[in-house]
């Protein structure tokens, strides 16, 4: 569905009020969406659904996913964590979890961002250099 422009300057405008301190509020998501239910304005269904696409970006780019070859310990995984939240700020949803095909190193997804020190990359990459 084919989003109008004024629909779009709505729904940003709406998620700019739902962000207190850097951080989105979901009570205030929810009650900006209740009253665009309840006055129903002009395409607010375009307006809707641009406001959920705007909801969804900023949970991915606030979600961490971190995977290793091997369990981490406390302290790697804090370690993580530190240098994560230096580079995209404080509030982070981390996930580690384990793949053995990685073979060694990690891989980091935070939103369309995809950190891959893994083995498993760099023999991939000299595979498709030869």
Do not use: W
């Amino acid at each position: 569905m084919k989003v109008p422009k004024q629909a779009r300057r709505d729904a940003k405008q709406l998620f700019r009020n739902c962000v207190v301190n850097g951080s989105l509020d979901e009570n205030r998501a929810r009650q900006t969406v209740t009253a665009v239910i309840a006055r129903k304005p002009r395409k607010y269904m375009a307006i809707l659904s641009q406001f959920e696409h705007l909801v969804k970006l900023y949970v991915e780019r606030r979600t961490a996913k971190v995977e290793s070859a091997a369990v981490l310990s406390p302290g790697e995984q804090s370690a993580v964590a530190q240098s994560l939240a230096a580079r995209y700020g404080a509030g982070l949803n981390l996930t580690f979890c384990q793949n053995p095909a990685l073979i060694g190193g990690l891989r980091i997804q935070i939103g369309s961002d995809v950190y891959d020190g893994s083995v498993k990359a760099r023999l991939n990459l000299l595979r498709e250099s030869f």
